[in-house]
Every structure is written in C-alpha cells, then in structure tokens.
C-alpha cells in the first residue's frame, strides 16, 4: 500500500481569485470562508476572490488568506474521499494547516493564532532575503560565515536541491548576493519581502507570539506532522507548541521534511491549497513522487480521478 502525504504551501502561493469556484460549488469550502470572515470580524473572503495583489502579497493579508484557501481545499477533498494520509506537512505557514488537519488546534483558535501572527511579522524589523539557485550547500555556508562579518545572516529556507532562501540584515544579504555570484550561483534572486523572516532578527517577534500560543488549547497529533525546524514528525502537543515558537526564526528544512517522508515509504504527495508552489519543489526533490495538487475545482476532479485509483483507495 502506497503511503501518502498532504503538503501546504505558505506565503507566495496566493493569487487572485483563489477558492472562489469551491466557495460557490462546495457549501463546506463557504462553511470555513464563512467562519473566517465572521472570527477575523473581515471580509476575508472577498479579498481572496477580488482582492488585489498588492492587498494579497501583504503579510498581514496573506497569511490568514492562504489559511483559509487551504483549510477550505482540505475539507472539500476529505468530504469527496476517504484518503487518510500518513503524514502532514507544511511550508512556514502551510504548517498551520497541517496543524488543523491533525486535529491539533480547532478552526477557531487557529484562525486567531495565524491572525496574530501575520500582526507581529508585519512588524518585523527591517532585513532581506535572497534567493540563491545553483549552489550546493557546502558553498552557500562558507559564503554565509563570510558575509556574517557584515551583520545577521543565516539560510531561512532550504527549498530543493537547487534553491536555498537566505534571510538576514540587509548589508550582510548584499554582501552574500555578491559573493555568489562570484563563487557561480546559476541566478541570485532578491525576493520582495519585508522583513528578514526565518532569522534570528525574528527572535523578538517569536518572543511576543509566544504568549498567544500559550493561550492556545493544542492537542496531540492524530496523524504525525513532519515540522519545519527538524523534518522529523511528531504528534506531541508540547512539541507542537514549541516548535511553533522556535519556527519564526529557524530555518525552514523543507527538503529535508520531504527527504524524510521518502525515506518512511511516502511515495505520493498531494499539495493541497493555492498554487503549485510545492508541487514543483517536490518534483526537484524527489523525481520519483507522485504529485498531485487540490486548490480549485478542476485540481480537486483531476486529483480525485487519478489519485484515488493510484492509492488504491
């Protein structure tokens, strides 16, 4: 029997017009938009069907956005099938959906939490981060260590084989932009963010959101979430809560969680929420996977046909 994960995207994935045809075909994807809208006390539903991308793109919209996009996709493909995967991942904030989806914090309280978390991040200190194509790793750390002399600097992402994200103070991130270009980065690729997420600049902002987690009623795991911080799976409550502390500024092992997955007999991945963002990653990661993706209505009947004959379910 085949094993199977659902993966998560995180922030990047939105785009204009998402959920909006399982908004109006599925009434459980309006059940969730509409407890978005009525817990957030906003039109969060209009801003993913019509907002526009700069209203999208902004942390403070994007996170709750994607949240519910993802949440929505969820509970459309769980009603339409009884595929019940092995594992749970998500991406940064795709993790937050792997959380719900495990049973271990309810739509509500998750709702809030990612609320606050999207307030606290929009408030991040200045810092960039850069992504660096065609560099093995050995090299980007030495590249890093050299440009940690001009300020914070640390790999935020590990995306694929080919794709690491580093994130830092600004003077230390050009200082290693330059040098990969030097030591032969396919392409060096500034990304259009705010703050330098997923670096210790982040410290003082996951200090503040630890209280909200604290708040927050967290269960144990009905099914292992592989995290961000280690790639390796648990189902502890206290875990789960630490980890979402330690993850706003620790690196995002990505490939390394689907690495991890492979190596435990996964073999098909499906993506659920907007974009195929982390379909192409694991693709990169792993060229033998199954990828199938859920984030509109012709994804869902595409994925429903091919991918619950080929798990046999």
């Known amino acids: 029997m085949n094993k199977v994960a659902f993966v998560f995207p995180g922030q990047g994935s939105q785009y204009i017009g998402m959920g909006k045809d399982l908004h109006e075909k599925y009434e459980v994807a309006g059940k969730i938009f509409n407890e978005f809208d009525f817990i957030m006390e906003k039109n969060l539903s209009n801003l993913c069907f019509e907002g526009t991308e700069e209203d999208l793109k902004q942390t ?5 956005a994607i949240l519910a996009v993802s949440i929505a996709a969820y509970e459309v493909l769980k009603s339409k099938c009884n ?13 937050y959906t792997a959380l719900y989806a495990a049973g271990v914090i309810n739509l509500p309280e998750i709702i809030k939490l990612v609320q606050k978390r999207a307030e606290l991040m929009n408030e991040a200190p200045t810092g960039s981060m850069t992504a660096i194509l065609g560099m093995d790793d050995d090299k980007l750390q030495q590249i890093i260590q050299e440009a940690s002399s001009a300020g914070i ?8 084989p080919d794709q690491t994200v580093i994130s830092g103070e600004t003077i230390a991130v ?3 932009n330059e040098l990969a270009k030097e ?10 963010v705010s703050g330098g997420f997923h670096s210790p600049l982040m410290k003082p902002i996951a200090e503040k959101f630890e209280k909200y987690v604290n708040n927050t009623n967290v269960n144990d795991a009905g099914i292992p979430v592989v995290t961000n911080v280690d790639a390796r799976s648990t189902v502890d409550k206290a875990e789960f809560s630490s980890k979402m502390i330690k993850q706003i500024y620790s690196s995002v092992y990505w490939k390394q969680t689907i690495n991890y997955m492979v190596e435990q007999g996964v073999d098909t991945f499906i993506e659920i929420g907007p974009g195929k963002v982390l379909s192409g990653m694991i693709r990169k990661i792993c060229k033998t996977a199954n990828v199938y993706n859920v984030y509109n209505v012709e994804s869902l009947e595409k994925t429903l046909s091919e991918c619950v004959t080929e798990v046999g379910v």
Not at 186 to 191: A, E, F, S
């Open 183 to 192: 030591l032969g980065a396919k392409r060096v690729i500034p990304l259009a």
């Open 83 to 95: 595929i019940v995967p092995d594992y749970l991942a998500g991406h940064s904030l795709g993790e």
């Open 60 to 64: 403070i919209n994007s996170q709750s």
């Open 153 to 160: 600097i640390c790999a935020a992402n590990y995306n694929t």
């Open 174 to 176: 050009e200082k290693a």
